[in-house]
């Protein structure tokens, strides 16, 4: 049989020619010339409309600056042409993914996954879109979903650690202790030195002598939490404490009168002194995690802020308080015994003291799977009289949402007052429980 010569039409590029403009577009687009490829390529295609990697190569151009509608149909185009290249469906996923179709860009990029099921790129791509879309609608079946992606992702990379730290956040969303539990010792078996797996390991395990939480532990998740602190607490989790210590600081303070110098404990991004700052005369914030403090700066309610563990500021802080506050940050400390000792060294005669805590049914404290710490009303009301305040306030609230149940806890408030006042104090008081609030 004769081979048929195909005839070129005229100003048709030969092979060769189409090829050269192809290198010469891929270089411009990669030496981040990407006006030049996209006139490289368009000229290309019109030439040689089939040139799928061309029609690839210019709808990412498209991508890059915004026009996700010109770049899907060149896409969908060069699917048309290539139905079985994995990556033109990955390509497609990332695009949707940019212009925020998510259910566009999982369903691409499941379809991609099909044909190349150990491509690193396609699962990554999963498992951060069934991520996202499940914290935002609050669905365990797409945590499962992105789950069952994380495991195929590390299952071909072993040794990578960001990826197992969110396999394991699935499995406590899917409450499998078990798989968490052995997630979290693949991690440290990676890096021995996680602080972070190490604490969130003991909790998962129920480890019922923890007193403390590293605070290079502490310092890692607000420093990586910071930038979305507000919106994420505040806005999705309803976050109430600052507002809580604002209805009772308006509850016990006449109107007009004022907290005095005031020393924020843990102050994070600075909710408190948004809550109260106009009630204080002079307000200090010290938090652990500079980049929680970046964020409180630039709120600009504070007079002072400090980078360092509230145990070594009040240690060092040669100023006496008229009110201490720790707005949700005793779950990070535990055992408070040197806490309050300090605390109550650094408050005047009738200073205030101010702190939520997560309620604990049981005696005592207790590390949660969460790995926050929770303190029992008599723990706190024991300790307080112990330390030597005089008086002890404790209102039930609500901390915050916890998945889809409110997470209860106290707000105290405590008096220093004087040796004296607390003995007339303990005499008047009756038992002492906790008082449902709000
Ligand atoms: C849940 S946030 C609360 C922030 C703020 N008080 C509020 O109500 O918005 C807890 C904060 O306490 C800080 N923190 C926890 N343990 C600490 C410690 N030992 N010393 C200083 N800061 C600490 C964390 O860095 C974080 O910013």
């Known amino acids: 049989m004769s081979k048929k010569k195909q005839r070129?039409?005229?100003?048709?590029?030969?092979?060769?020619?189409?090829?050269?403009?192809?290198?010469?577009?891929?270089?411009?687009?990669?030496?981040?010339?990407?006006?030049?490829?996209?006139?490289?390529?368009?000229?290309?295609?019109k030439g040689a409309p089939h040139h799928v990697e061309a029609l690839v190569l210019l709808g990412r151009i498209h991508a890059s600056a915004g026009d996700f509608d010109r770049s899907g149909s060149l896409l969908h185009k060069a699917i048309e042409l290539a139905?079985?290249?994995?990556?033109?469906?990955?390509?497609?996923?990332?695009?949707?993914?940019?212009?925020?179709?998510?259910?566009?860009?999982?369903q691409a990029l499941e379809a991609a996954h099909e044909l190349d099921p150990s491509n690193l790129q396609t699962l990554d791509g999963l498992a951060s879109v069934l991520f996202k879309h499940a914290k935002s609608q609050r669905s365990v079946e797409l945590w499962t979903r992105a789950r069952i992606y994380l495991e195929r992702y590390c299952a071909l990379a072993p040794t990578n650690l960001p990826k197992r730290w969110i396999l394991a956040e699935c499995y406590d969303r899917e409450g499998e202790v078990n798989k968490r539990i052995r997630t979290l010792r693949e991690i440290i078996d990676i890096d021995p030195d996680d602080t972070a797996a190490s604490h969130l390991l003991a909790a998962a395990q129920g480890q019922d002598d923890a007193t403390t939480t590293d605070?290079?532990?502490?310092?890692?998740?607000?420093?990586?939490a910071a930038d979305r602190f507000d919106t994420e607490l505040v806005d999705d989790l309803k976050y109430q404490v600052p507002e809580q210590i604002r209805c009772r600081v308006d509850d016990i303070l006449p109107k007009g009168q004022s907290l005095g110098r005031v020393l924020d404990l843990g102050c994070g991004t600075g909710l408190v002194a948004e809550a109260i700052g106009d009630r204080c005369d002079w307000l200090a914030g010290v938090d652990v995690s500079s980049r929680m403090i970046e964020q409180a700066r630039e709120k600009d309610r504070y007079d002072v802020l400090h980078v360092a563990t509230l145990e070594d500021h009040l240690n060092e802080t040669p100023d006496p308080y008229d009110t201490v506050i720790a707005a949700d940050v005793f779950m990070y400390v535990g055992a408070l015994e040197e806490v309050f000792e300090r605390v109550r060294g650094k408050l005047t005669e009738t200073g205030l003291f101010i702190f939520s805590t997560e309620l604990l049914t049981e005696p005592g404290f207790q590390l949660r799977a969460s790995g926050r710490f929770a303190h029992s009303d008599a723990y706190i009301r024991e300790l307080a009289a112990r330390i030597g305040f005089a008086q002890i306030q404790g209102e039930q609230m609500t901390v915050r949402m916890e998945g889809a149940s409110a997470l209860a806890g106290v707000l105290y408030v405590l008096r220093r007052g004087t040796r004296r006042d607390f003995e007339c104090a303990r005499r008047s008081r009756g038992g002492g429980e906790v008082t449902q609030g709000s």
């Open 8 to 45: 070129r039409r005229p100003n048709q590029p030969s092979g060769l020619e189409t090829a050269q403009r192809y290198r010469r577009a891929v270089r411009a687009y990669e030496t981040g010339n990407l006006l030049k490829a996209r006139r490289g390529l368009q000229a290309l295609l």
């Open 215 to 224: 605070v290079d532990y502490v310092r890692g998740v607000f420093d990586a």
């Open 83 to 106: 139905p079985t290249k994995a990556h033109l469906r990955l390509h497609l996923g990332e695009v949707f993914y940019q212009a925020g179709k998510e259910d566009e860009a999982i």
